[in-house]
T-cell receptor, first 110, second 119 residues
C-alpha cells in the first residue's frame, strides 16, 4: 500500500509554547485519520482522530487540522508540557487497517 | 478503557531459536488483531492482519513461514518468530479491534509492545 511519510524529524519547543506537528499522507482515498503518541518503549496511545468530511477537530489541548487538497494533517498542542515529549505518528485508515506515518519526535525544553 | 496485553514485554534469545509473543484483549473480544514491527527511530510497519478462526493476511514482503500468526480465540493472538536471527530484533506491537468496533479504526487498542533481541 501507499506509505505515509518516511522520515523521523525532531521538533524542539519551549515549555508553554504551542507545538505544531505535520504529516503528509499519500492515499487520497483515505477517509479517516488518527494521531498517536508513543513514549519510549511503549505502544501507541490514541490522541485524536478526524474524518475526511471535517477540516478541524479539537480535543483537550490538542487540535487536528486536515487539508485534503494537499493531503496534509497537522496536530497542534497548546501550552506544551514536558510530559508531551514523545514521538507522534499520524495514521490513515486503508480499509480495515491503519498505515502509520514516519513520526515526529517532540522534545520539550524546560 | 479497553486493555490489550502483550507478553513477554521483552525477550532475548539465541540465533536460530523460535520465540512466541502473545497478545490478549483483557476486557473485550477481538475479532481482528494486527501485528506491527517497529525498528529504532522508525515508524510502525504492519506485518499482518489476524482474524479469529482464519488464516492471517500478511503484508507484502513479510514471510508468513517465518512469522507465524495464530488467532485461535477472540481474546488471544500469537506471533511466533521462527528461526530468529539478529535482523529480527525489533519492537513488536499488536493491536486489537472489538466486536462492536465496526469500521471505526479509532477503536483499535494497542498493546505495550514486546522487544525482541536476537543474539
Amino acid at each position: 500500500g501507499e506509505s505515509v511519510g518516511l522520515h523521523l524529524p525532531t521538533l524542539s519547543v519551549q515549555e508553554g509554547d504551542n507545538s505544531i506537528i505535520n504529516c503528509a499522507y499519500s492515499n487520497s482515498a483515505s477517509d479517516y485519520f488518527i494521531w498517536y503518541k508513543q513514549e519510549s518503549g511503549k505502544g501507541p496511545q490514541f490522541i485524536i482522530d478526524i474524518r475526511s468530511n471535517m477540516d478541524k477537530r479539537q480535543g483537550q489541548r490538542v487540535t487536528v487540522l486536515l487539508n485534503k487538497t494537499v493531503k496534509h494533517l497537522s496536530l497542534q498542542i497548546a501550552a506544551t508540557q514536558p510530559g508531551d515529549s514523545a514521538v507522534y505518528f499520524c495514521a490513515e485508515s486503508e480499509g480495515n487497517k491503519l498505515v502509520f506515518g514516519a513520526g515526529t519526535i517532540l522534545r520539550v525544553k524546560s | 478503557g479497553a486493555v490489550v496485553s502483550q507478553h513477554p514485554s521483552w525477550v532475548i534469545c539465541k540465533s536460530g531459536t523460535s520465540v512466541k509473543i502473545e497478545c490478549r484483549s483483557l476486557d473485550f473480544q477481538a475479532t481482528t488483531m494486527f501485528w506491527y514491527r517497529q525498528f529504532p527511530k522508525q515508524s510502525l510497519m504492519l506485518m499482518a492482519t489476524s482474524n479469529e478462526g482464519s488464516k492471517a493476511t500478511y503484508e507484502q514482503g513479510v514471510e508468513k513461514d517465518k512469522f507465524l500468526i495464530n488467532h485461535a480465540s477472540l481474546t488471544l493472538s500469537t506471533l511466533t518468530v521462527t528461526s530468529a536471527h539478529p535482523e529480527d530484533s525489533s519492537f513488536y506491537i499488536c493491536s486489537a479491534r472489538g466486536l462492536s468496533g465496526g469500521g471505526n479504526t479509532g477503536e483499535l487498542f494497542f498493546g505495550e509492545g514486546s522487544r525482541l533481541t536476537v543474539l
